[in-house]
């Protein structure tokens, strides 16, 4: 599988970003997807072709955090390396910053913990009627 791994946005539309955020009762709609792309500080995507398969981003004061709150490779895609490969890329961005955080399911920790992450504690607040985009 020759995928190929961007970080730039440039040329990229919403119909190449369908089919994200499986199990989402409400998902931001693929036009949304793409906004929250643009504004975040630090992106990765896996092409296959002209198809988006998998995306991380990031988000940061610039200074000395980043928060990591997407993470996604859509079903077919999984289990190949394309999660690994798009956290080890948006971690090499990252490295200049003091903090790089980001919020998962205790099953995913060791994922995580591949990448020399560490497990915390954490507090969230969640808006569900906003859960498709403001
Ligand atoms: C998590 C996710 C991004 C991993 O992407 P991927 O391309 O499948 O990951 P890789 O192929 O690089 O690595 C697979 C590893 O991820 C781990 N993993 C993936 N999903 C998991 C889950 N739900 N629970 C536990 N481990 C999981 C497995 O341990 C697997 O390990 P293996 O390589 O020993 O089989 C992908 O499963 C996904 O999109 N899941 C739905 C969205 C999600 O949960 N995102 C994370 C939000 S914090």
């Known amino acids: 599988m020759d995928l190929i791994y961007t970080?730039?946005?440039e040329g990229i539309t919403p119909e190449q970003l369908e089919g994200f955020f499986v199990g989402w009762p409400n998902p931001p709609s693929p036009q949304t997807h793409l906004r929250i792309l643009k504004g975040s500080s630090h992106v990765v995507l896996a092409l296959d072709g002209e198809r988006v398969v998998g995306f991380v981003n990031a988000i940061s004061d610039g200074v000395l955090s980043a928060y990591i709150p997407l993470l996604e490779v859509l079903p077919p895609y999984q289990g190949r390396?394309?999660?690994s490969e798009l956290m080890r890329r948006m971690l090499e961005q990252l490295e200049g910053f003091y903090m790089a955080d980001l919020p998962?399911?205790?099953e995913l920790a060791?994922?995580?913990e591949?990448?020399?992450m560490r497990r915390a504690a954490g507090m969230f607040l969640r808006n569900y009627a906003r859960q498709a985009g403001s």
């Open 114 to 116: 591949r990448f020399g």
């Open 110 to 112: 060791p994922f995580y």
């Open 81 to 83: 390396g394309v999660g």
């Open 104 to 106: 998962c399911e205790p």
């Open 7 to 9: 970080s730039s946005l």
